[in-house]
């Protein structure tokens, strides 16, 4: 029997929308109904749309979908942290961080089935790439974790390298700050990128959103090693279009740097990367190594890291140490993962 797929609302913007219920033959001002449904009141149904005729009700279920899908799973970490597993249209799950902390509550959405990037030290990179996300699949993440209506703060950094699947990713943060969307501060949204271009550059064009860059060494050899993307896009090359760019008022530029063992963390490598960051106006952001099977990598000792912070800080960088969160869970940077080791979400 043919089946026509169904048009999905989630992830649309008004024009798309205004463009959709009028092929229908909708009136226009129920694309602004349907908006409001979506994000301000938070329908999970058509049936909630009260203000829809009966008709355009029983016309939405037959041809739309919200695109609204409830969590497959929850792990939870005894520190709190909640992972979720989401399913998606290519049949393999996609995870989303919930981390709880005082007054914040932060959501680490994914923008990727897997990753394409391949650093050594993360659990996603080494499942392969297997999917982009659709821009409905990433505002699912954030509309359909139970805490969805008390979340602070939202951050890319979950699965995939979200400036290589760019167009989702832009579409969903404009929807997420977007007035007639969940209209987010875009103070409140941190995009993670290992430096990817050309689509970080979008990024910083078409967005008001902080922005972390994963560095993990100042050296530039031993970057190509953990992170191949380098050979294809030098830090340096980012650093440079970074410097075009304003962080010194609302927005926020940050670096990332998981501190291993013997490798990247003693006074040497500090010095290094204080010479290439050279005064640009940013944060330093030290991450405690989760240990994957099979590399070679040891998390650093904690003096170790606190004394490279120590100095980081007394030159003038202002550098903090992430809390670790939900490592019982593989939950932790770097360890999200749906299809390679054991089964971890349960
Ligand atoms: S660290 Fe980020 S960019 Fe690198 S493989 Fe993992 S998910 Fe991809």
């Given at each position: 029997m043919e089946t026509t797929e169904k048009y999905i609302l989630?992830?649309?913007?008004l024009p798309e929308l205004k463009e959709w219920v009028q092929s229908q033959?909708?009136?226009?001002?129920a694309a602004g109904q349907l908006m409001d449904w979506i994000y301000?009141?938070?329908?999970?149904?058509?049936?909630?749309?009260?203000?829809?005729s009966l008709k355009h009700r029983a016309l939405l279920e037959e041809?739309?979908?919200?695109g609204l899908t409830e969590p497959l799973s929850v792990a939870v970490s005894r520190d709190g942290t909640k992972k979720y597993l989401f399913a998606t249209s290519v049949g393999i799950g996609v995870e989303c961080v919930y981390i709880p902390d005082r007054e914040r509550a932060t959501l680490c959405v994914s923008?990727?089935?897997?990753?394409?990037?391949?650093?050594?030290?993360c659990m996603t990179g080494r499942m392969g790439f297997k999917a982009q996300l659709s821009a409905h699949e990433i505002l699912n993440q954030v509309l359909s974790v139970p805490e969805s209506s008390s979340l602070t703060n939202l951050v890319?950094?979950?699965?995939?390298?979200p400036c290589d699947n760019v167009e989702a990713v832009l579409r969903s943060i404009r929807l997420l700050t977007d007035e007639r969307g969940?209209?987010?501060?875009?103070?409140r949204i941190t995009l993670s990128s290992i430096g990817a271009m050309p689509g970080l550059q979008r990024v910083l064009e078409e967005t008001r959103v902080q922005i972390a860059i994963s560095?993990?060494?100042?050296d530039l050899q031993q970057r190509g090693e953990w992170v191949p993307a380098e050979r294809i896009w030098p830090i340096r090359d980012t650093l440079d279009l970074l410097?075009?760019?304003?962080?010194?008022?609302q927005r926020r530029l940050s670096f990332e740097y998981v501190m291993f063992r013997g490798l990247n963390d003693d006074i040497a490598h500090a010095r290094m990367l204080l010479s290439l960051l050279n005064g640009l106006n940013c944060r330093m952001n030290l991450i405690r190594f989760h240990s994957i099977p099979d590399t070679p990598f040891v998390r650093s000792e904690e003096s170790t890291i606190q004394a490279f912070a120590d100095y980081l800080n007394a030159k003038g960088l202002l550098t903090t140490v992430r809390a670790s969160c939900g490592e019982d869970i593989e939950a932790a940077c770097g360890l999200l993962s749906t299809c390679v080791s054991k089964d971890d979400v349960g």
């Open positions: 989630l992830g649309r913007t033959g909708m009136p226009s001002f301000v009141k938070r329908a999970r149904s058509f049936s909630e749309m009260t203000n829809l041809k739309a979908s919200l923008s990727q089935v897997g990753c394409k990037m391949h650093c050594a030290f890319f950094m979950g699965m995939g390298e969940l209209a987010w501060s875009p103070k560095l993990h060494t100042p410097r075009g760019y304003d962080f010194s008022h």
